[in-house]
């Protein structure tokens, strides 16, 4: 079973160029807001309907403008989860999730799901008695119960506090990968997407990239926007020197890669965490900054690093030991194998 998307729709001087499949498990659309992601959740559900292209889902044509085939939102089968659940305000929790079954509900399947979510004790309550983990409860049980051959998650963990958030991450996983369903994840975050995905594509400015393995991703990804959502701090443009060294024109600094350097290579990114201040195997890359600025956080120490030369400082993130200010005087070193290529 697999969910194809191929659309195009422009609503202003705003173009959305949509494209992936997404099969069985927690496919993530990442992006800043106002990239697209929701609007393209928002058109395979049937609530927009793009310009141009076509959506099928398991074998079953939703749109298709060349054929002029747009079935209506309830025909495509397809559970959504809005940012605000959209509970209906003045049904309780079982007849919410009730609602989901269409005309003509089941009780005793209802009292399943209810079970099932852990939200029987909640029946008789409407959503304004609920807290917002109950809410998300009670909006993927209604989800459930429309028994869709699709589900679309739009910022679901967006009104949840980090504690609960946490918590409702790992059930919510555990729940879409039973279902064995294609569900599609739309966050800004790059933690939610590393928590809750098996498969990532970015969006920006309304275009999709591609589509990489959740490990993959945070290893390699592939271009800049890529890196930049990925979290990673330190970004540079690079010039190609030979076949295995190239110079961080930002950093003022030359760095060995010991593997093949792809011709479209346009930057480089390296993980603040992936600097150490100890040689290892396989450090291969040393440099000596000329000054530091050490800021502390809560769990680690945050330090820039300046390098004579450069004209932005590398960001280091090294834990704290026994409270102590990390050491700055000597050399840093840096492995070839995580320093990321990028294209543009």
Same mark, same amino acid.
């Not at 390098?307 to 102590?324: E, L, S």
């Given at each position: ?7 195009r729709?422009?609503?202003?001087g ?8 997404a099969?069985?498990?927690?496919f ?8 697209g ?7 395979i559900a049937?609530?927009?309907?793009p ?44 007849k ?11 009780? +005793?399947a ?12 909640l ?21 459930? +119960?429309?028994?869709?051959?699709a ?6 963990? +967006?009104a ?12 919510m &996983? ?12 739309v ?6 997407v ?19 393995e ?9 271009t800049?926007?890529?890196?930049l959502?990925?979290?990673? &701090? ?7 020197l ?19 350097i #792809?011709?479209?290579v &346009? ?7 992936d600097?150490?201040?100890v040689p ?11 000054? +530091?600025v ?22 280091? &993130? ?12 000597? #050399? ?13």
């Amino acid at each position: 079973m697999a969910l194809e998307v191929e659309i195009r729709k422009r609503i202003g001087g705003f173009v959305l160029h949509s494209e992936f499949t997404a099969d069985r498990g927690v496919f993530a659309l990442l992006g800043a807001s106002g990239s697209g992601k929701s609007l393209t959740l928002k058109c395979i559900a049937g609530i927009e309907k793009p310009d141009e292209g076509r959506i099928v889902l398991d074998g079953h044509v939703l749109f298709d403008s060349s054929k002029k085939i747009s079935l209506p939102p309830q025909k495509r089968r397809v559970g959504y989860m809005f940012q605000d659940y959209a509970l209906f305000p003045n049904m309780t929790v079982r007849k919410n999730v009730m609602a989901g079954m269409g005309r003509n509900p089941d009780s +005793a399947a209802a009292d399943e799901i209810l079970r099932r979510f852990r939200i029987s004790d909640l029946e008789n309550r409407i959503p304004s008695e609920l807290s917002g983990g109950q809410k998300q409860r009670v909006a993927m049980a209604r989800i459930v +119960a429309q028994k869709p051959d699709a589900i679309l998650l739009d910022e679901p963990f +967006a009104a949840l506090d980090s504690h609960l958030k946490w918590m409702l991450e790992g059930e919510m &996983k555990q729940l879409l990968e039973s279902m064995g369903k294609p569900a599609v994840f739309v966050s800004h975050s790059r933690d939610e997407v590393y928590h809750m995905s098996s498969s990532v594509c970015c969006m920006e400015q309304g275009k999709t990239g591609e589509t990489l393995e959740l490990h993959e991703f945070f290893r390699n990804p592939g271009t800049r926007a890529a890196a930049l959502l990925s979290g990673c &701090k330190n970004i540079t443009a690079v010039r190609v020197l030979d076949d295995s060294h190239i110079e961080a024109v930002d950093y003022g600094l030359v760095f060995h890669i010991g593997r093949e350097i #792809p011709k479209d290579v &346009k930057y480089a990114g390296i993980r603040a965490h992936d600097i150490s201040d100890v040689p290892g195997n396989g450090w291969d890359n040393e440099f000596r900054p000329s000054s +530091a600025v050490v800021q502390e956080d809560p769990f680690e120490w945050t330090v820039y690093l300046q390098n004579p030369g450069g004209r932005v400082p590398i960001q280091w &993130k090294t834990p704290k030991k026994d409270g102590k200010r990390p050491e700055v005087s000597g #050399p840093f070193y840096l492995s070839s194998r995580n320093i990321m290529l990028l294209r543009e």
